[in-house]
């Protein structure tokens, strides 16, 4: 059990929309890390693309964190309005999933290679969260005025690389950022609430750094 999706949780949290169930799952201890309880079920839920995440909404069946992103966005009305940001915002989407494979990469490595490689993923990501920030100019959000779900996926992935190095944000307009979306008033409820994923590992069991 970790977090595999918290983007798409946070964006329905600051739409107050209710998810009808999640379903977790959660594979074995060590040493084996039995999968069984997805890989019994992976064919036989309708997905044309089985993966984790996905999401059922009605007939819509979809897997892949982007895809899901945008499909919340757009039912929920936090897409971008015009035609060129959209297009800055789905490039910002696959940067940060650019930047969250980079440590992904690093995190499921045996203990030793992941200690050996933590400063370089630190001085690496730094630099592309850096890019982030100059992106973001003196803007209130990556769309200009108005937020979206690139926010939401943009400071997700972030926020998980402050859990690895806290210090790793060092530009100011990007801290101001984090913490006007962190106190969004639903945003506030969701990071204060025990029982939300928030509380979840970032990585599998096996991974070195959870």
Excluded at 97 to 114: C, H, S, V
Excluded at 137 to 159: M, N, P
Aim: net charge negative; aromatic share 12%; proline share 5%.
């Amino acid at each position: 059990k970790y977090t595999v999706l918290e983007p798409a949780i946070i964006e329905k949290a600051v739409v107050s929309t209710q998810s009808t169930g999640e379903v977790v799952y959660e594979c074995g201890d060590a040493p084996d890390f039995d999968k069984s309880c997805w890989l019994d079920v992976k064919f036989n839920l309708g997905l044309e693309f089985p993966n984790l995440p996905y999401l059922f909404d009605g007939d819509v069946k979809i897997t892949q964190t982007v895809a899901i992103m945008h499909y919340l966005s757009n039912k929920y009305g936090l897409n971008p309005k015009e035609f060129a940001v959209h297009a800055q915002c789905d490039m910002l989407d696959h940067v940060a999933i650019d930047l969250t494979n980079m440590g992904t990469r690093l995190f499921y490595q045996p203990k030793e290679a992941f200690e050996a490689g933590r400063d370089g993923l630190v001085k690496n990501a730094k630099g592309m969260i850096s890019q982030f920030a100059a992106f973001l100019g003196s803007k209130t959000y990556f769309a200009g005025d108005y937020i979206t779900g690139t926010d939401f996926l943009v400071f997700e992935t972030i926020d998980k690389y402050t859990v690895l190095e806290p210090t790793i944000i060092e530009e100011e307009n990007l801290k101001n950022w984090m913490k006007r979306i962190r106190e969004l008033p639903t945003m506030h409820k969701y990071f204060n609430d025990p029982s939300t994923t928030r509380n979840w590992p970032l990585n599998n069991k096996m991974a070195a750094f959870k």
